[in-house]
């Protein structure tokens, strides 16, 4: 099993910076893909940007590319969701999430995941 919990949520202005972390559980952390998902109310669950094990492969929706950077500790069992120029639409809660392979951009294909952390952006 892996257990992972997100924190660093919070509220902040459009403009502004956030840096959300994951923290996992298990040994075997670095064998997995991770995730970040985000949700808002009355809309889907949507592909925030996954890393691969090893750090070299990632993904990111179009709409926070070059904005937000993912990367991982794999030292530390946590990956962190750097979010720069933040926007009023990018509200919503934010979800880690690991899944044992390759990288995915599909929430489906995610074994495990955290509680969420709220991030609210104000305009």
């Known amino acids: 099993q892996v257990q992972l919990v997100e924190s660093g949520g919070g509220l902040v202005q459009a403009g502004g910076s956030l840096r959300l972390s994951c923290a996992a559980s298990?040994?075997?952390?670095?064998?997995?893909?991770m995730g970040w998902f985000r949700q808002a109310p009355g809309k889907e669950r949507s592909l925030v940007a996954t890393i691969s094990w090893s750090g070299t492969g990632r993904q990111y929706a179009d709409s926070v590319k070059g904005r937000f950077t993912i990367s991982r500790d794999n030292a530390k069992n946590t990956v962190y969701l750097q979010m720069n120029s933040l926007k009023p639409e990018d509200t919503a809660v934010y979800y880690c999430?690991?899944?044992?392979?390759?990288?995915?951009?599909?929430?489906?294909?995610?074994?495990?995941w955290g509680q969420g952390t709220q991030v609210t952006v104000s305009s």
């Open positions: 999430a690991a899944r044992q392979g390759v990288l995915s951009g599909l929430s489906r294909e995610y074994d495990y």
């Open positions: 298990g040994r075997t952390f670095s064998s997995y893909a």
